[in-house]
């Protein structure tokens, strides 16, 4: 590849592409093809990809899960599978952990796509307030490859089924996705839905309520909390029936009840300030991204947790809108044929994510062997201690003038780690969900000499810390985390800030049985009687903090599994849903012959509800579904057997068809107008299930106590809603179809008004 010209270069991707129609495969191309954008790279970047790279970049195109280090190059990898799976036509997307990251690669690597004669676009806006229109996100897509966000590609995904026109849709079918950063999207990610909320709901005065009633609860008594859990005891239900005079808390009359008692729970038990959210300046509820501390504006939490949040804060109760379309990171990317991802940590999870993504997870050497030193823990029986010891080996490593990096678990830790340094006189730079702006150029910064940069679990991930001039010599970066972590990965990322390409650097953590997983995974014993602490043993206090840490970890994949569980219903119903949407876009699933049949099917469910039928149930019935007019026979066909009334109905609704074919004017028109008819009734039917199940999810977590399983009851509940909405579906089709009003102007185009 090296001898050939750059016109003779890029002109290989003409002849990959021959070769492929000719009925080669894209493994048979490999080789030459990872060579030729190989030799791109270096052309155009002035980097040539090492050979643990092009591991890497062959692990990728097999649909594996990498785990490179961090600094092994993970953005130059990805031009290889990149490239070749392109060479496809195929949907080829690339996803990064945030819009500059998207934005920046693909600029940066753009050029050697575009220099091999590939199209490339990247799927965020760079324009504050403003979105992509539907025509914006067809070129978007339609490129060969796309750089994007998870988010951003998942809600499009969504918005794609949400058009209400087949030439709306914008998506192409996927096929080829590679994820960066991957165990914080398939992992960490998993539990929180993407969710398009629409109308707003009838505002609920129950919260301020439910609020109150959660304040005089006693835990243990009235309430039991265990990991991510909170659910009311037997003695906290008959407290809430005498609260609020009512005589079955669980009963389907009381829904709305036992709802929001189980959001005001969460939102006191579950949710803490500066660790889940924080109160913004304008008083507003603003979600932190737990592995990140990173806020997440304009991201609300679903079902009414969010007013929950916001009563229990006494801040003004926003909108709850009706949640019209969603889905969780596991399902949507197993809508992928062919999914990798590549991270610094995964290895650790590979056994969860073999079971939910069918994936397999291969370990990439480094380019350079790892000269960091990963010191043993140091470990404390309080937080004082701990606090006390850990910035005094900052400080003593700031006075040779080695940068260093302070790790911490949130907001508040790290605003606690800064005014100790700033008692011991140390200039630093403090990275957490409170100043995320400079993220880019505090990470700059972190690596120069006598830098010092107190930051959150992940915060900065994406962006190496290379070292400044000298630092090499001083011993390189050190990481100091303060707090055990809730799981080992958290730990190897951060560790792994230090000791890039073979860079020196030193690791060492502070821990103590105060910090918070320990606190919520061990008996309480531990945290109670201070005077146990004074007699464990070093390696006690060890085998405690691990097997918390390993508790919390266990309880997170099981937590996990259980949105898995309750999104899969969902996915089954919105893939059942999303097919008959395509059917009736593309001009299929509606015709005389199938309405006529919906038609009968109701009119048959209508009879068979009845248990007598007189001339007033007859013509309400008539007037809500079949037409506005009535005939002076309906009191006589009233009184008759139910299969001739079934009859007389089925002529109605003949005759009311032929009148609407007669106005619109063909055959063409008419299944035109009863496809979008019949779309719209599917829509609203589809909407309020949606926002049905995602008040359920929250209100059967309630049911623990009365020794039922939530994810058990969650699937019965959707199943029967699903029925239920089948059903009203079918009613509605027949009403918009017959009641809809429907005409044709001057110049020809169809006006449709839905009753």
């Known amino acids: ?252 009359r009381f829904f709305e009840i036992n709802r929001h008692v189980v959001l005001a729970l969460r939102a006191h038990v579950l949710f803490e300030p500066e660790k889940q959210y ?146 011991k006189g140390i200039p630093h730079n403090v990275l957490n969900a409170n100043n995320a702006a400079w993220e880019a150029e505090i990470i700059k910064e972190a690596g120069r000499a006598n830098a010092v940069t107190v930051a959150t679990g992940m915060a900065g991930r994406g962006t190496d810390i290379r070292l400044g001039k000298g630092v090499k010599e001083l011993g390189g970066l050190a990481v100091i985390g303060i707090g055990r972590m809730g799981d080992v990965r958290l730990e190897r990322q951060a560790r792994g800030r230090a000791g890039r390409q073979g860079d020196p650097g030193f690791s060492c953590f502070f821990v103590s049985l105060e910090d918070e997983v320990v606190v919520n995974n061990t008996p309480q014993k531990w945290n109670q009687r201070g005077g146990d602490r004074k007699r464990i043993s070093r390696r006690r206090l060890k085998k405690i903090v691990n097997t918390a840490q390993k508790t919390g970890e266990e309880f997170a994949v099981l937590a996990r599994k259980q949105a898995m569980e309750y999104d899969q219903i969902l996915s089954y119903q919105r893939n059942l849903i999303y097919e008959i949407r395509n059917k009736l876009l593309d001009g299929e699933g509606m015709d005389q012959q199938k309405f006529l049949e919906i038609a009968r099917t109701n009119i048959k469910k209508f009879i068979a509800t009845q248990t007598s039928i007189d001339g007033s149930v007859l013509g309400r019935y008539i007037l809500d579904h079949i037409s506005y007019r009535l005939d002076e026979e309906i009191r006589e066909v009233s009184q008759k057997d139910p299969e001739a009334v079934e009859e007389y109905l089925v002529w109605r609704v003949r005759r009311a068809l032929a009148e609407k074919k007669i106005r619109i004017g063909s055959r063409e028109n008419l299944y035109y107008f009863m496809r979008i008819a019949a779309l719209n009734a599917v829509d609203e039917g589809w909407v309020e299930q949606v926002d049905y199940l995602q008040q359920m999810q929250s209100a059967v977590m309630g049911r623990t106590s009365a020794q039922r399983n939530p994810v058990f009851e969650f699937h019965k509940d959707a199943l029967e809603a699903y029925q239920r909405m089948e059903a009203d579906i079918l009613n509605n089709i027949m009403r918009n179809v017959l009641l809809g009003s429907v005409y044709k102007d001057n110049e020809g185009r169809i006006h449709i008004q839905l009753p």
Not at 40 to 64: E, M, N, S, T, W
Not at 168 to 181: A, G, M, P, T
Not at 376 to 393: K, L, P, W
């Open 1 to 252: 590849m090296k001898k050939l010209s750059d016109r003779q270069l890029s002109n290989l991707t003409v002849a990959f592409r021959k070769r492929l129609d000719k009925g080669e495969s894209l493994d048979d191309i490999l080789p030459e093809a990872f060579a030729a954008v190989c030799e791109a790279d270096r052309r155009v970047l002035g980097q040539f990809p090492f050979d643990v790279q092009v591991l890497g970049a062959i692990a990728l195109h097999q649909g594996k899960l990498a785990e490179m280090n961090t600094g092994e190059g993970k953005t130059l990898t990805a031009t290889m599978p990149l490239y070749l799976n392109a060479l496809s036509g195929k949907s080829t997307i690339l996803l990064t952990a945030n819009e500059y990251l998207a934005l920046r690669d693909a600029q940066e690597m753009g050029r050697v796509y575009r220099f091999m004669g590939l199209t490339i676009a990247a799927g965020v806006c760079t324009e504050s307030g403003r979105s992509f229109t539907s025509a914006e996100k067809k070129a978007i897509y339609a490129s060969d490859i796309v750089y994007t966000t998870h988010g951003a590609l998942g809600f499009d995904y969504l918005f794609n089924n949400l058009v209400t026109t087949a030439s709306d849709r914008f998506l192409r079918d996927f096929y080829y996705v590679i994820i960066d950063e991957a165990d914080s999207v398939l992992l960490d990610s998993a539990q929180t839905p993407l969710v398009i909320a629409g109308a707003p709901r009838v505002q609920s005065n129950l919260y301020e309520l439910a609020d109150f009633f959660v304040t005089t609860l006693i835990r243990d008594r009235d309430y039991e909390k265990e990991e991510n859990k909170v659910w009311l005891t037997e003695e906290g239900v008959k407290y809430a029936e005498r609260f609020f005079q009512i005589q079955n808390f669980y009963e389907e």
């Open 278 to 423: 924080v109160v913004s300046k304008n008083d507003e509820i603003c979600l932190l991204d737990e592995g990140s501390g990173r806020m997440m504006p304009g991201v609300k939490l679903r079902g009414g947790q969010h007013q929950a949040l916001e009563t229990k804060e006494k801040l003004k109760i926003s909108q709850e809108n009706r949640s019209v379309a969603a889905i969780t990171y596991q399902n949507f990317f197993q809508l992928f044929p062919k999914m990798s991802g590549m991270s610094g940590t995964i290895a650790d999870a590979a056994e969860e994510l073999r079971k939910v993504y069918r994936t397999e997870v291969v370990v990439i050497p480094p380019n350079c062997p790892v000269r960091r030193r990963d010191l043993r823990d140091m470990f404390y029986r309080d937080a004082h201690s701990q606090y006390n010891a850990a910035v005094a080996a900052a400080a003593m490593t700031h006075r040779k003038g080695q940068p260093v990096l302070i790790v911490v678990n949130g907001i508040r830790e790290t605003e606690f780690v800064s005014k100790r340094l700033l008692a």
